[in-house]
């Protein structure tokens, strides 16, 4: 018996595509959100590709644009007509492009772009799914990022947008509880060119300096993301609401004195 419908928005390439991959796994039915057609129409095979097992209508697949009120009102009215509910929501579609040049060249609509999927878009999903998640004593996690908290230059969009999702994390803790608990992940450097239609894909390997700047002496996977996101779905994580849980092998804790 499925652990119930959780909704994972992005998730036909990259980290959604091992959120998906891991849930499944681990007996829930999933909802594949994702705006790219072909990356959904590859998703079953090569979740099956990647060891893994997908029960009889265990995996439901949709073209939705976050960003767009319209098409996740009707995905969402879709999706519970099918399935009749939702227990969990992953936000994880995002334009993960986390520099966009110089600011005063940005454009207004590159801004735009990026605040519209990457925040707008959880609100957007959210909205929709709220009377779900509140019936079925449900679970929001957002997918944010180290670069909500720390810089590089010409990063302003992605960076603004991932800091508004972690401040969207505890104002919808608040407003959401104690019927849905609400969550952030925060990934570090996680590495996803494994993780996406062959066409697109390459394979992984790190040199020595990249693997030795972070703590635990590797570059992140899908897994280490698809793990977390587990634990904060389970009733183990009942106690944890409003939190950004970030995983990042350490990379966030490192002092750095130069010269
Ligand atoms: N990979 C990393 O190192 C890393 C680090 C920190 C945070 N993140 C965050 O994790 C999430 C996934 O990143 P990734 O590296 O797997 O990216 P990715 O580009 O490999 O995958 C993103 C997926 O989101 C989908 N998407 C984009 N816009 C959409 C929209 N409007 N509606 C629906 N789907 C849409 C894309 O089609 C794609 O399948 C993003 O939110 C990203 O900001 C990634």
Redesign the pocket.
């Given at each position: 018996m499925s652990k119930g419908t959780v909704v994972v928005?992005?998730?036909?390439?990259?980290?959604?595509?091992a959120v998906t991959a891991g849930l499944l796994e681990r007996g829930y039915t999933v909802a594949a959100?994702?705006?790219?057609a072909d990356?959904l129409e590859s998703l079953e095979p090569r979740l099956l590709r990647h060891i893994v097992t997908v029960a009889e209508g265990a995996l439901y697949v949709a073209q939705?644009?976050?960003?767009?009120e319209a098409s996740v009102k009707a995905a969402v009215a879709e999706l519970v007509e099918a399935l009749g509910g939702i227990s969990a929501l992953v936000n994880?579609?995002?334009?993960?492009?986390?520099k966009h040049g110089p600011v005063e060249d940005l454009s207004l609509e590159q801004w735009n772009r990026v605040i519209?999927?990457?925040l707008t878009?959880a609100f957007l999903m959210a909205k929709h799914c709220i009377p779900q998640l509140r019936e079925a004593r449900g679970s929001i996690i957002n997918?944010?990022?180290?670069?909500a908290l720390q810089s590089e230059p010409d990063g302003e969009p992605?960076a603004a947008s991932?800091g508004g999702l972690l401040s969207f994390t505890h104002a919808l803790a608040m407003s959401l509880g104690p019927e849905i608990r609400v969550n952030a992940i925060?990934?570090?450097?996680?590495?996803?060119r494994d993780?996406?239609p062959e066409a697109e894909a390459s394979s992984v390997e790190h040199t020595d300096l990249e693997k030795s700047q972070h703590a635990v002496g590797r570059v992140?996977s899908?897994d280490d993301?698809a793990g977390t996101v587990a634990f904060l779905l389970s009733q183990e994580a009942g106690f944890i609401t409003g939190q950004n849980i970030i995983v990042d092998g350490g990379m966030t804790r490192k002092m750095i004195y130069m010269g």
């Amino acid at each position: 018996m499925s652990k119930g419908t959780v909704v994972v928005t992005g998730a036909a390439r990259g980290i959604g595509f091992a959120v998906t991959a891991g849930l499944l796994e681990r007996g829930y039915t999933v909802a594949a959100f994702d705006v790219h057609a072909d990356a959904l129409e590859s998703l079953e095979p090569r979740l099956l590709r990647h060891i893994v097992t997908v029960a009889e209508g265990a995996l439901y697949v949709a073209q939705v644009d976050v960003s767009n009120e319209a098409s996740v009102k009707a995905a969402v009215a879709e999706l519970v007509e099918a399935l009749g509910g939702i227990s969990a929501l992953v936000n994880n579609a995002g334009i993960a492009n986390a520099k966009h040049g110089p600011v005063e060249d940005l454009s207004l609509e590159q801004w735009n772009r990026v605040i519209g999927t990457n925040l707008t878009g959880a609100f957007l999903m959210a909205k929709h799914c709220i009377p779900q998640l509140r019936e079925a004593r449900g679970s929001i996690i957002n997918i944010a990022s180290t670069r909500a908290l720390q810089s590089e230059p010409d990063g302003e969009p992605y960076a603004a947008s991932k800091g508004g999702l972690l401040s969207f994390t505890h104002a919808l803790a608040m407003s959401l509880g104690p019927e849905i608990r609400v969550n952030a992940i925060s990934p570090g450097w996680i590495d996803v060119r494994d993780l996406r239609p062959e066409a697109e894909a390459s394979s992984v390997e790190h040199t020595d300096l990249e693997k030795s700047q972070h703590a635990v002496g590797r570059v992140g996977s899908g897994d280490d993301i698809a793990g977390t996101v587990a634990f904060l779905l389970s009733q183990e994580a009942g106690f944890i609401t409003g939190q950004n849980i970030i995983v990042d092998g350490g990379m966030t804790r490192k002092m750095i004195y130069m010269g």
